[in-house]
Each structure stands twice: as C-alpha cells, then as structure tokens.
C-alpha cells in the first residue's frame, strides 16, 4: 500500500507504465490502471484493479496479457467486469469476482488497439474500440465478433469515446487531425472536424451539454467544439509545454476540464473564466497518460504515468467550491 503527500495516496506498480486509469462507476475510490512494460514498445501488459484505503491504496486484483495494455473501460451493467486494448490489437474481458482471467478475448484489429469504451446511456450495452490500422469497431460484450467497422480516418485513432447523452454516437480523435463523429445506426461519417494542426491524442464530450466536446492534441492545446457550429473552436486553453495525452470532462461542473500532458503536468481548467487554467500538478517524473474524475466522490483524481506510479486525489481547486 503506497502513500502520497498532499492528502493523496499513490501506489507503485514496479516495472509497469501506466497508460490509462479509469474510476469505477459503481464503487467509491475504487480504479483500475492500464499498463505496459518498457513503456509498451515490448513486453506484457498488466490490468491493476485499486482502491484507495485510508491515506492509501491497495492493489485488490491484478491480470497479466502477453502484450501492452493501453486502455481500460468498466462495464456499464456489471461491477465486476472490465474490458482492455492492447498492442496485439485484441480487447480482453476481465471479471474481478474470479482470480484468473481473460474471461473472453476479441481479436479483429490488426494493429495496436489504443482505446475502448463501454456506453454510458441506458438501454443498450455497446463497447467501442479504437486502433491505429485506422478503424474503430463495434462491439456488443455478450458476441463474440464485432457488430460493425467504422472507415474513414487517414491515420492512427488514438480516442474514442461514447457520448454520454445520445444512444449509439461515439466520438473518434486521430493522428489525421480530424476529429470525427459516428451513429452506430447510419452509414458512413456523421461530422468530421479539421481540429487541430497535429495529431490528436484525445477527445471528451461535456456531460452537461450534449453539442460540446473537447480535443487534446500534440500542438499542447485543448479545444471546444459545438457541434452546432464547428468552423471555430468554443474555446482554446494553453499552457501544456507538451503534447496532450488525455482530456476528460468533470462529472459535477459544466465548465471544468482536467488535462495530463507528456510534460508531466495534470492540469484544471475553467473554460468559462477569463484566466481559464486553475492549477498545475505536478507529482509525476515522466510522461502522464492516464487521468479520470470520479462520478462519486466530487473533485476526485485518479491518475497514472510512465513513472510507475497511479495516484489518487483531490487537487486544491477542487477541494472546495467551484
């Protein structure tokens, strides 16, 4: 069990490289983190299942796979099951309730599968996954094929994310400089934004305005975009010295975003104030790729980096009223 100072707790997950952290959505305080040996350039990948406990955190369960782990999604209908990409293009099915896994392994993409994420709105059960041979696929958990494969982007896809307001749309962020929105239930492209001059590494949608999302990018800026009207970005924050690894909407403000950065930096912003950035953290030593807020407890962080270490807390600007 590690500790952290600053009223946070950390845990060190030795010889592993954190790539994606994600909050459960049925338990306080409790995290997985998706990990990578050699900073997933080779080696085994490891799923690390914690919960912070007191003034730290505890390792519960912990899974191996033969390749990098990038990502991690928790199921949206079962508290015990997650879902992982990985560098051999495979996403795995986990269940915490059993010691050994994976419970199911889809292998359809045929590069690195950089991202997955289990939808968020009621009535239906579907898992996206996003990869660098430049498709995103669909999946329902209980098939064992994908439903469907979504072409149209010209280079990696580094992000895709469900909104969490519209059945069946997802949002895709890519290496082509787009990005892209999709109904699982029409053919072909929805939206394609031209957001950034770069490559972009991440995208989130605003969980109180179903027409706003955001784009972290290598240009090391954040950018809103309302779908309404996307020939101008809403709002551009600056400040990371690096590109931008992860962007994630609060669950409990409007206007308030987090960000982690390869310049090692995890920082919050206020869109809509006039000095939007409210602080910087800085408790890693290497780059920072995994970020999620917790839908419980309101102002919680998790994070993880390349440094080994995953740390759970509650940043000063969020310690009290925002």
Known sequence: ??????????????????????????WPGRAACAAAQYY?????????????????????RSYDWNDGLFDVTWSENNEHVL????????????????????????????????????????????????????????????????????KGHEGVIYSTIWSPHIPGCFASASGDHTL?????????????????????????????DEKLLVTGAVDC???????RNVRQPVFVLLGHTYAIRRV???PFHATLLASCSYDFTVRFW???????????VEHHTEFTCGLDLSLHNCGQVVDCAWDELVKIYTPSCLAGPV
């Open 1 to 26: 069990m590690g500790t952290a100072g600053g009223g946070g707790a950390a845990l060190r997950l030795s010889g592993l490289h954190g790539y994606a952290a994600e909050f459960s959505p049925y």
């Open 40 to 60: 997933g350039i080779a080696g085994c990948g490891t799923l690390a299942v914690l919960e912070q406990k007191g003034a730290g955190i505890v390792l519960l």
């Open 83 to 150: 879902i992982t990409s990985s560098g051999d293009g495979s996403l795995q099915v986990w269940d915490t309730a059993k010691p050994r896994g994976p419970l199911q392994v889809y292998k359809e993409h045929t590069q690195e599968a950089y991202s997955v994420d289990w939808s968020q709105t009621r009535g239906e059960q579907l898992v996206v996954s996003g990869s660098w041979d430049q498709t995103a696929k669909l999946w329902d958990p209980a098939v064992g094929k994908s439903l469907r494969t979504f």
């Open 180 to 208: 892209r929105v999709w109904d699982v239930k029409a053919p072909g492209v929805k939206l394609v934004i031209p957001a950034h001059e770069a490559e972009i590494l991440s995208c989130d949608w605003c969980k109180y």
């Open 221 to 227: 800026s954040l950018k809103g975009w309302d779908l």
């Open 248 to 250: 994630k909407f609060s």
């Open 270 to 280: 206020d869109f809509s104030k006039p000095n939007p950035l409210l602080e910087t």
